[in-house]
């Protein structure tokens, strides 16, 4: 089992910048692959970020550039970095571990103001 606790959304004006971190408690964090996931109501929960336990990451085409995605292993921990945020990236973003099929967080909301 593996419990996540997300931290670190809000509100911010366009282009602006958040950190979101996750808290991972639970067995052997250092090698299970980790993403972010973002969600606004009426769509499907869509990858943003992943990052492998050797460190590969993967990113949306719409994120690419602006966010970055790491983890500290000795910490249980991910960040994802956002930068230049636009308002079409207000959502509830979502830690997840293991893939669409694992384990996720409680989701933290990031509203992004024009």
């Known amino acids: 089992q593996v419990q996540l606790v997300e931290s670190g959304g809000g509100l911010v004006q366009a282009g602006g910048s958040l950190r979101l971190s996750c808290a991972a408690s639970?067995?052997?964090?250092?090698?299970?692959?980790m993403g972010w996931y973002r969600q606004v109501p009426g769509k499907q929960r869509v990858l943003v970020a992943s990052?492998?336990?050797?460190?590969?990451?993967n990113y949306a085409d719409s994120v690419k550039g602006r966010f970055t995605i790491s983890r500290d292993n000795a910490k249980s921990l991910v960040y994802l970095q956002m930068n230049s945020l636009k308002p079409e990236d207000t959502a509830v973003y979502y830690c997840?571990?293991?893939?669409?099929?694992?384990?996720w967080g409680q989701g933290t909301q990031v509203t992004v103001s024009s």
């Open positions: 997840n571990a293991d893939g669409s099929y694992g384990f």
């Open positions: 639970g067995s052997i964090f250092s090698i299970r692959p």
């Open positions: 990052i492998t336990s050797g460190g590969t990451t």
